[in-house]
């Protein structure tokens, strides 16, 4: 593919060198340049098709990084990335060693804030902007927010703050609502686009301030100003609410027209105070596939553009295959269940169920906290809620999860998918957490299924308690264990041995059981399939302890407070003084890579087992066992 005019941009400055039409060509080569790059890695797709002409406005009038621009959620940066000097390593996106997948500060000048997690860009652009006001810096603060993670309440915390009259004076912030989801009508037209500019100007700008003032001395004048200005703006867009957090509201404009966005971005660059421009663009816009289809295209892997997406073949089901087979199961089966998922329900395997149980699905948006409040109040009128959600984004719901849900003892089930490593991604994906910030809270039981029948198993096992239970399971695929669809309740917080040996004793915590099974072999070493993290069961750990020289707990979660935690903890309370090898993820942030690679880095394939327990224990562990256990 030949790109003659994205050859020429190094950097945001070379743009502001183009004329309007080459402008438009550069996003045409923009545009298809994503496409193939994509093609070629895999990645986010849809939003970044979406976002192209908007990204060459805002660093068409905008001085970056001089002036700060906040992507939210981050995965539509890609053409950010590449007119920020990036195109050329493009081709290592996502893979190990190569460019995040989303903005970065450790990765460019220009990626000012890292937000991989969504709603979080109108409190750092607020804080930026404050922060220049601070220092007597001149500079502007832009927080592009995807219409998705304006549904988080972080969102409206940060309006509602910027608002408020701040002890350096007001922000110069400029909040840029990128609304992907064609939920505007009737559609944006030339009416709009004349409104949006000429909202945006310093004439209307002027003349409202002079007539505030002027009115002033009159409220029922003013009022009836107000008003007609809110009645006349609310007439084609929402701008209402906006204006009562105290922001200037512009739009909506079509945020794939050049002539619309770029007049009226440097008519609001000229503004002062908060501003807020509603711009509408199209998920996978100039791929008539990704426009047909963006869901489907929005994390595609590498796929040939002129052919589009193949149907997979079949294959090992997923964990979250798995999941929402059981999901749909149990709601078959029991009445009271409700599905929830905090705006994720592909990603957590909850279509089926929403086709088929559509009064009992909760699609609650970008929305942790309140998903798990929710859940809560439903769980205390009697229903059984069901939280499908990721490791990761429990994270946010912390204290939800402590106060409305575990000091209430309510029966809610959390689904935890991507416990673990998650590949592409990268840190602020990864399932390192949740087993170390879990088991410390009171009530909650935790547990981590082996394979893709154990999670089924222990899903129905967690659902049948009266207590806050969570499963959590991987990304992908496990070993390829036939799924009993009878469902089976496991007993409760006991363990299995899976491997009689000698001297050492394995414990295993979810799908690295296979890993350490398969290095057991070599080492002739006992193997036990823990499945609770929480109850711990300490009789088998006691056990195994009194009965062999040395104990290694293997878990795909942080060490620190993990499972290995609780194994060395339960060996203290027993007065049994067994040497512990904690096998798990470093005091480290993982970075994105091929999962297997990323297992192997960190220790936790097979291998990587064997090799820990030799470097620990060498050939004679029973060496190392302390006499008052013998």
Same mark, same amino acid.
């Given at each position: 593919?030949?790109?003659?005019? *994205?050859?020429?941009?190094?950097?945001?400055?070379?743009?502001?060198?183009?004329?309007?039409?080459? *402008?438009? &060509?550069?996003?045409?080569?923009?545009?298809?340049?994503?496409?193939?790059?994509?093609?070629?890695?895999?990645?986010?797709?849809?939003?970044?098709?979406?976002?192209?002409?908007?990204?060459?406005?805002?660093?068409?009038?905008?001085?970056?990084?001089?002036?700060?621009?906040?992507?939210?959620?981050?995965?539509?940066?890609?053409?950010?990335?590449?007119?920020?000097?990036?195109?050329?390593?493009?081709?290592?996106?996502?893979?190990?060693?190569?460019?995040?997948?989303?903005? &970065?500060?450790?990765?460019?000048?220009?990626?000012?804030?890292?937000?991989?997690?969504?709603?979080?860009?109108?409190?750092?652009?607020?804080?930026?902007?404050?922060?220049?006001?601070?220092?007597?810096?001149?500079?502007? !603060?832009?927080?592009?927010?995807?219409?998705? !993670?304006?549904?988080?309440?972080?969102?409206?915390?940060?309006?509602?703050?910027?608002?408020?009259?701040?002890?350096?004076?007001?922000?110069?912030?400029?909040?840029?609502?990128?609304?992907?989801?064609?939920?505007?009508?009737?559609?944006?037209?030339?009416?709009?686009?004349?409104?949006?500019?000429?909202?945006?100007?310093?004439?209307?700008?002027?003349?409202?301030?002079?007539?505030?003032?002027?009115?002033?001395?009159?409220?029922?004048?003013?009022?009836?100003?107000?008003?007609?200005?809110?009645?006349?703006?609310?007439?084609?867009?929402?701008?209402?609410?906006?204006?009562?957090?105290?922001?200037?509201?512009?739009?909506?404009?079509?945020?794939?027209?050049?002539?619309?966005?770029?007049?009226?971005?440097?008519?609001?660059?000229?503004?002062?105070?908060?501003?807020?421009?509603?711009?509408?663009?199209?998920?996978?816009?100039?791929?008539?596939?990704?426009?047909?289809?963006?869901?489907?295209?929005?994390?595609?892997?590498?796929?040939?553009?002129?052919?589009?997406?193949?149907?997979?073949?079949?294959?090992?089901?997923?964990?979250?295959? =798995?999941?929402?087979?059981?999901?749909?199961?149990?709601?078959?089966?029991?009445?009271?269940?409700?599905?929830?998922?905090?705006?994720?329900?592909?990603?957590?395997? $909850?279509?089926?169920?929403?086709?088929?149980?559509?009064?009992?699905?909760?699609?609650?948006?970008?929305?942790?906290?309140?998903?798990?409040?929710?859940?809560?109040?439903?769980?205390?009128?009697?229903?059984?809620?069901?939280?499908?959600?990721?490791?990761?984004?429990?994270?946010?719901?912390?204290?939800?999860?402590?106060?409305?849900?575990?000091?209430?003892?309510?029966?809610?089930?959390?689904?935890?998918?991507?416990?673990?490593?998650?590949?592409?991604?990268?840190?602020?994906?990864?399932?390192?957490?949740?087993?170390?910030?879990?088991?410390?809270?009171?009530? $909650?039981?935790?547990?981590?299924?082996?394979?893709?029948?154990?999670?089924?198993?222990?899903?129905?096992?967690?659902?049948?308690?009266?207590?806050?239970?969570? =499963? &959590?399971?991987?990304?992908?695929?496990?070993?390829? =264990?036939?799924?009993?669809?009878?469902?089976?309740?496991?007993?409760?917080?006991?363990?299995?041995?899976?491997?009689?040996?000698?001297?050492?004793?394995?414990?295993?915590?979810?799908?690295?059981?296979?890993?350490?099974?398969?290095?057991?072999?070599?080492?002739?070493?006992?193997?036990?399939? $823990?499945?609770?993290?929480?109850?711990?069961?300490?009789?088998?750990?006691?056990? *195994? !302890?009194?009965?062999?020289?040395?104990?290694?707990?293997?878990?795909?979660?942080?060490?620190?407070?993990?499972?290995?935690?609780?194994?060395?903890?339960?060996?203290?309370?027993?007065?049994?003084?067994?040497?512990?090898?904690?096998?798990?993820?470093?005091?480290?942030?993982?970075?994105?890579?091929?999962?297997?690679?990323?297992?192997?880095?960190?220790?936790?394939?097979?291998?990587?087992?064997?090799?820990?327990?030799?470097?620990?224990?060498?050939?004679?562990?029973?060496?190392?066992?302390?006499?008052?256990?013998?």
């Amino acid at each position: 593919m030949n790109y003659p005019l *994205l050859e020429t941009i190094q950097s945001p400055a070379d743009l502001k060198r183009l004329s309007r039409a080459e *402008l438009k &060509r550069l996003a045409d080569e923009l545009r298809s340049f994503v496409l193939h790059s994509v093609s070629q890695t895999g990645g986010h797709l849809s939003s970044n098709l979406g976002t192209v002409e908007l990204t060459i406005a805002l660093h068409y009038v905008f001085d970056a990084p001089h002036d700060r621009i906040v992507w939210d959620v981050g995965h539509q940066t890609y053409p950010h990335k590449i007119l920020t000097g990036r195109r050329e390593r493009m081709h290592t996106l996502r893979q190990f060693g190569g460019i995040s997948g989303f903005p &970065r500060r450790d990765e460019s000048e220009y990626d000012t804030f890292g937000t991989a997690h969504s709603s979080t860009s109108i409190s750092a652009a607020l804080g930026m902007a404050l922060a220049a006001r601070q220092k007597g810096e001149e500079r502007h !603060a832009v927080a592009v927010i995807g219409d998705g !993670a304006m549904s988080a309440g972080m969102a409206f915390e940060a309006l509602n703050n910027a608002g408020f009259p701040h002890p350096v004076g007001t922000p110069d912030l400029l909040v840029v609502l990128n609304d992907n989801d064609m939920s505007i009508s009737p559609p944006v037209g030339a009416l709009n686009k004349y409104l949006a500019r000429l909202m945006s100007g310093r004439f209307y700008a002027a003349a409202r301030e002079g007539a505030k003032q002027v009115l002033k001395n009159a409220p029922p004048l003013l009022e009836l100003a107000r008003r007609f200005e809110e009645h006349a703006k609310g007439m084609i867009a929402p701008a209402t609410i906006f204006e009562e957090f105290g922001f200037n509201y512009v739009g909506p404009i079509d945020g794939h027209d050049l002539d619309a966005l770029i007049p009226t971005l440097e008519n609001l660059r000229k503004l002062k105070g908060p501003q807020f421009l509603h711009v509408v663009t199209k998920k996978g816009y100039g791929y008539k596939l990704a426009e047909a289809d963006p869901i489907t295209y929005h994390g595609p892997g590498k796929f040939d553009p002129a052919v589009g997406l193949k149907k997979s073949a079949g294959g090992k089901p997923s964990f979250t295959q =798995v999941f929402g087979q059981w999901l749909c199961d149990m709601a078959e089966r029991d009445e009271r269940l409700v599905g929830i998922t905090p705006a994720m329900r592909e990603g957590s395997g $909850m279509v089926e169920f929403e086709r088929r149980f559509p009064k009992r699905y909760y699609d609650v948006g970008i929305a942790e906290q309140h998903a798990v409040t929710f859940a809560a109040g439903l769980a205390c009128e009697g229903l059984k809620p069901v939280v499908a959600i990721y490791s990761t984004f429990l994270q946010r719901a912390y204290d939800q999860l402590i106060h409305d849900v575990a000091l209430q003892n309510l029966p809610v089930v959390f689904a935890l998918d991507r416990a673990g490593i998650v590949g592409a991604d990268g840190a602020t994906h990864m399932g390192a957490f949740d087993i170390a910030f879990l088991r410390c809270i009171p009530n $909650m039981s935790l547990m981590a299924p082996a394979d893709e029948n154990e999670c089924r198993q222990l899903l129905y096992t967690a659902y049948c308690q009266d207590h806050p239970t969570a =499963v &959590r399971y991987p990304r992908g695929s496990g070993v390829g =264990v036939e799924v009993v669809q009878e469902m089976t309740a496991l007993p409760f917080g006991r363990g299995e041995v899976r491997r009689r040996g000698e001297r050492i004793a394995i414990l295993a915590f979810g799908p690295v059981l296979y890993a350490a099974l398969e290095a057991a072999e070599r080492l002739n070493a006992t193997v036990a399939n $823990m499945r609770f993290v929480k109850p711990l069961d300490t009789q088998l750990v006691e056990e *195994l !302890a009194r009965t062999h020289d040395a104990v290694v707990t293997v878990e795909e979660g942080c060490i620190m407070g993990g499972a290995g935690s609780a194994v060395a903890e339960a060996l203290h309370a027993a007065g049994l003084a067994t040497p512990v090898l904690m096998l798990g993820f470093k005091d480290a942030f993982i970075e994105h890579g091929d999962p297997a690679k990323l297992m192997a880095l960190e220790g936790l394939d097979a291998a990587g087992i064997e090799r820990s327990i030799l470097q620990r224990f060498g050939s004679k562990p029973q060496a190392l066992r302390p006499a008052a256990n013998q």
